[in-house]
Structure formats: C-alpha cells, structure tokens
C-alpha cells in the first residue's frame, strides 16, 4: 500500500509565500488605484498556501481589506467587516452575487469564471466557519 507523500512547506517557505502574497495584495491594490502606505500585520491573516487576507492603509488614509491567495485578488473598504474573520464571509457572500450575476450573462467565459467563484466563495465560507482558523477573534 502506497502513502501518499505531502510536500510540506519549511518555514522559510511559508515566510516568503506570505511575502509574496503581501506583494500581490499591494500590487493588486495599486491596479486599483490605490498606493498602500502601511499593513495591520496584526488584524492581518494567513492560511498558508491557500489565502491571506490583509489589512492595508492606503496613502490617502483609508484601511482596505485585500485578500489573495490561490483564489482571485479582490478588495474592499475597511468598514464592510471589523476583523479578518469577517472579512472572508464579507468576500464569500460578494462572489456568490458576483457569480449570480455572471451566470445571467449567457457569456461562455463568464460563466466558467462565476464557477471558479462559486467554488472559491464556499471555501471561503468553509474557513470562515472553523472556529480553529479565528483562535481569539
């Protein structure tokens, strides 16, 4: 009987994949318009190597949540959840209605992308309801 062997990340991977994932949310944010100026490391989370959910300052003042991750950048302001936790199940409902929408569209390419945000707002969702991810929050 064969075990499956699971590649596991060294801590030095783990730290430069949150690295990196704080370089996509920055960049992903400055698509948008929107320089950060600083992150909130500490009401920041990450599940390494699914998703990370950032609390990022913009130069203009305003707190954003951004997540990423293995899943779609998106971004919100601060005041849509007052801490990471929130935010994810903020991100889980905003995809669900994203998806809706796209699936009314009748356009091929649009409904495989409303799928892969089904798929990704359950999973979501999925983290935001095991009490083990959140510890204190």
Same mark, same amino acid.
């Given at each position: 009987?064969?075990?499956?062997?699971?590649?596991?990340?060294?801590?030095?991977?783990?730290?430069?994949?949150?690295?990196?994932?704080?370089?996509?949310?920055?960049?992903?944010?400055?698509?948008?318009?929107?320089?950060?100026?600083?992150?909130?490391?500490?009401?920041?989370?990450?599940?390494?190597?699914?998703?990370?959910?950032?609390?990022?300052?913009?130069?203009?003042?305003?707190?954003?949540?951004?997540?990423?991750?293995?899943?779609?950048?998106?971004?919100?302001?601060?005041?849509?959840?007052?801490?990471?936790?929130?935010?994810?199940?903020? &991100?889980?409902?905003?995809?669900?209605?994203? %998806? $809706?929408? @796209?699936?009314?569209?009748?356009?091929? /390419?649009?409904?495989? &992308?409303?799928?892969?945000?089904?798929?990704? %707002? $359950?999973? @979501?969702?999925?983290?935001?309801?095991? /009490?083990?991810?959140?510890?204190?929050?």
């Amino acid at each position: 009987m064969a075990q499956e062997q699971k590649q596991e990340m060294t801590v030095e991977q783990q730290q430069q994949w949150i690295k990196d994932q704080y370089q996509v949310a920055t960049k992903y944010l400055a698509t948008q318009g929107l320089v950060t100026d600083s992150v909130v490391v500490e009401e920041s989370r990450y599940l390494v190597p699914i998703m990370s959910i950032w609390k990022l300052k913009a130069l203009d003042g305003r707190y954003f949540w951004v997540i990423c991750g293995d899943l779609p950048s998106d971004h919100n302001t601060f005041d849509v959840a007052p801490n990471a936790r929130e935010a994810v199940r903020h &991100f889980s409902f905003k995809w669900q209605m994203q %998806a $809706e929408n @796209l699936l009314k569209t009748g356009d091929k /390419e649009q409904e495989k &992308f409303a799928q892969l945000l089904i798929g990704r %707002a $359950e999973g @979501l969702y999925d983290m935001y309801q095991q /009490e083990k991810l959140w510890g204190l929050e």
